[in-house]
């Protein structure tokens, strides 16, 4: 029996690009605080996101993420010169997710006026919402454990995949242990 070839642009590397174009990727926004604070929204919402998205080549991974080998991509959802510098636009995870591991403080301009922020995996696997709120309490515990002057003492070597793995494991036991069923089945995100 005689196999017929595909027809031209058809060919099984066409269609699985083809297929990768059309295929959502599940991100996270994280809303400013006023969202949360006075508008009582979660802090953290599901959003899906096409793999041709402008995120993908016009940000840069953060910092810290690329060294927990979990590159993010952060992108403010508004330019930064139209949100307000108020309180209510204030997005304390979104900082946080900015830190730089040379220091353990973002950028200037990611410290005010940053409004509701889009967060992606640079890999392009789905991203939960659980995830990235374990993703910024790391970073908030490191600063926290921390003044400025023994930051370059050694909780930079706390900045690593095995560090939080370490971090990750405690924190869903906590989240369990506090009642919060939807991280009893959940895996690591180096896992998904």
Not at 90 to 105: E, I, V, W
Not at 131 to 136: F, Q, S, T
Request: with cysteine; aromatic share 10%.
């Amino acid at each position: 029996m005689t196999q017929i070839p595909p027809p031209p642009n058809h060919s099984p590397a066409a269609a699985i690009l083809a297929g990768m174009q059309t295929t959502a990727i599940k991100a996270v926004v994280i809303r400013p605080n006023g969202d949360v604070t006075i508008n009582f929204l979660s802090r953290f919402t599901d959003k899906y996101i096409l793999p041709t998205d402008p995120i993908f080549h016009d940000v840069l991974p953060t910092e810290i993420s690329i060294q927990l080998e979990l590159p993010l991509l952060v992108q403010r959802l508004n330019p930064r010169d139209v949100v307000p510098g108020d309180t209510y636009h204030k997005n304390r995870p979104a900082t946080f997710l900015q830190m730089r591991p040379c220091s353990g403080f973002a950028p200037m301009d990611w410290q005010r006026k940053i409004g509701a922020v889009l967060v992606v995996r640079m890999d392009r696997k789905p991203l939960s919402c659980l995830h990235l709120e374990a993703i910024w309490r790391y970073h908030w515990t490191l600063v926290s454990d921390v003044n400025s002057i023994r930051w370059d003492k050694g909780l930079k070597a706390k900045i690593t995949r095995k560090g939080f793995e370490v971090f990750w494991n405690e924190y869903r036991k906590k989240q369990i242990e506090a009642g919060r069923d939807d991280f009893e089945d959940l895996v690591s995100p180096y896992d998904v």
